[in-house]
């Protein structure tokens, strides 16, 4: 496995073999079993893979988030070399933005909405870094988790705008065995918050099971996640949305393919989790 922090050196490597088909797996380190997943179906669809481990900066609205986020250098290259990865990048801050550097990424409408609303300039900063990636990588294909659906939707977004060549794959939530969305921040959980988290999934899965069964007012869905959410002690909820799949628009009657999401905060642990429920009754 080869591991470079400079650009160049990513670059020189990546083409050696120019007619090789490239998978690239974008995150922020301490990896789990969800990273694990990506890699592997990258390795499965793709000549080779490469990996980059940055926690982005410009991604972090705030400085305490931005801090306690985990990091593990040394054991995320030993679970990457396990699995056969062939090239990772690790910048530091200086070198992804250079003195001087003055250029950001803005997709504008659907990142207004959801995590964009809750955390000003998150999306700006996560554009403006996968941008960078695909510019550096120049990969065939990326990978991305659906635990993160708007993220996936922003990027499917700059890709199509931007006219990148790039084939974006938006993955299934790994999940742990009671439910909870396999995150890195998951680590900071005490035991107590740890054992109320699952309150997301049970939220989530309650809406979904209501819409199936026919229930078309989206606030009744709100609802329902709520009082689930309400049951864990400690657990406060940031919002609650039950929006339209594609556009992200809040749904007044459902319509369509719907997302459900939600953002809930556990003592100063802020969580993520979402479930889609498709127009033809189906559900992931």
């Known amino acids: 496995m080869n591991v470079f922090s400079d650009i160049e050196s990513i670059r020189q490597f990546r083409w050696n073999e120019p007619i090789q088909a490239w998978g ?4 922020m380190g301490f990896l789990h079993e969800a990273h694990m997943t990506l890699v592997r179906r990258s390795k499965a669809e793709n000549d080779r893979t490469g990996v980059s481990i940055f926690v982005n900066p410009t991604q972090f609205n705030n400085p305490d988030d931005l801090a306690k986020y985990p990091r593990n250098l040394e054991r995320d ?3 990457l070399e396990k699995e056969g990865v062939d090239l990772v990048w690790t910048p530091t801050p200086e070198i992804a933005y250079p003195p001087g550097y003055q250029t950001q990424v ?5 990142t207004q909405v959801l995590e964009g609303a809750s955390r000003p300039g998150h999306f700006q900063g996560v554009a403006t870094v996968v941008a960078k990636l695909f510019n550096v990588f120049q990969p065939h294909r990326a990978y991305f988790g659906q635990k993160d659906a708007q993220q996936v939707a922003v990027i499917q977004q700059m890709v199509k705008d931007l006219n990148f060549n790039i084939q974006i ?11 909870l969305a396999m995150s890195s921040r998951n680590v900071n959980l005490t035991e107590a918050h740890r054992k109320q988290a699952v309150c997301l999934y049970q939220a989530l899965t309650a809406a979904k099971a ?3 069964s026919g229930e078309k007012d989206a606030d009744k869905l709100k609802e ?3 009082q689930v959410i309400h049951r864990a002690p400690d657990a406060r909820i940031d919002y609650l949305s039950v929006a339209h799949a594609q556009t992200l628009e ?9 997302l459900l999401s939600m953002a809930v905060f556990l ?10 429920v498709e127009a033809g009754g189906e559900s992931t």
């Open 24 to 27: 690239l797996v974008p995150t």
């Open 77 to 79: 290259l030993a679970m």
């Open 106 to 110: 803005t997709v504008h409408t659907i």
């Open 169 to 179: 794959i938006p993955c299934a939530t790994e999940r742990e065995k009671d439910g």
């Open 210 to 212: 209501a819409c199936l």
């Open 224 to 226: 329902i996640m709520a």
């Open 250 to 258: 809040e749904m007044t009657v459902i319509k369509g393919d719907v």
């Open 267 to 276: 003592g100063n642990v802020r969580l993520i989790d979402n479930m889609t």
